[in-house]
């Protein structure tokens, strides 16, 4: 299937977006720039602003309106799936990316009839690699919506976030975005604050 993915909003976001590149590439998809040659486009929403909020939404009804297929995915179903009634489309959470291949499908069938996964490999568009180093924050602020989109802190372990920068680097990165929600609270919930991870990282 021909895969058109749409990003709103921060650096995460386009993490998460990676992440649900690899997820789909996994199952034998090929992504397309233009959406009007997509089977599928996805669209990654933001809700931190109306004005991001109501782009969002006028591009899934334009999609709509051209009646492509549509998965939507992100911060919008996520604080506030209600603006979404009357959308018919699936949509899946950052807490839930993937369920993503389960809404999708495969396009990799093995001999016995049973879907087979590639190895996981990040991907990198140009020289700049993102690598999420954390999801959700630790604040209340009222006047943010954030951690209803995000939840609470969780850290990726060290491990993980150094293999997939080394992955990066073997494919040609230069520079690596470390991106969160909060990236000054990275540790917070475990044993290892952000100044160690730079070292070990560096």
Same mark, same amino acid.
């Given at each position: 299937? +021909?895969?058109?993915? +749409? ?6 976001? +386009?993490?998460?977006?990676?992440? $649900?590149?690899?997820?789909?590439? =996994? ?5 397309? =720039? ?10 990654? #929403?933001? &809700?931190? &602003?109306?004005? #991001? ?6 591009? $899934?009804?334009?999609? =709509? ?19 979404? %009634? ?16 389960? $809404? ?10 049973? #879907? ?7 991907? /990198? ?26 939840? +609470? ?14 992955? /990066? ?8 975005? /470390? &991106?969160?929600? %909060? &990236? ?17 990282? #560096?």
């Amino acid at each position: 299937m +021909k895969i058109h993915i +749409k990003t709103f909003g921060c650096t995460a976001n +386009k993490a998460d977006s990676h992440r $649900i590149m690899q997820l789909l590439a =996994s199952q034998g998809h090929v992504f397309v =720039s233009n959406p009007d040659l997509a089977d599928l486009v996805v669209v990654n #929403t933001c &809700t931190v &602003t109306q004005t #991001t909020q109501q782009k969002v939404l006028k591009y $899934i009804n334009l999609l =709509s309106d051209q009646g492509k297929d549509v998965v939507v995915a992100g911060c919008l179903p996520a604080a506030q799936p209600y603006i979404l %009634d009357g959308i018919d489309y699936p949509s899946v959470t950052p807490a839930s990316l993937d369920d993503i291949t389960d $809404i999708v499908g495969s396009n990799i069938v093995g001999s016995n009839g049973i #879907t087979t996964l590639a190895p996981y490999v990040p991907i /990198l568009e140009g020289v700049t690699g993102i690598v999420s180093i954390s999801q959700g924050c630790l604040g209340q602020c009222s006047y943010c919506i954030v951690k209803q989109a995000r939840g +609470k802190l969780v850290s990726r372990p060290v491990n993980d976030i150094v293999d997939e920068i080394r992955l /990066l680097v073997q494919q040609g990165a230069r520079e690596i975005q /470390l &991106t969160s929600q %909060d &990236t000054s609270a990275y540790g917070m919930d475990t044993c290892i604050r952000l100044p160690e991870l730079l070292r070990v990282i #560096t």
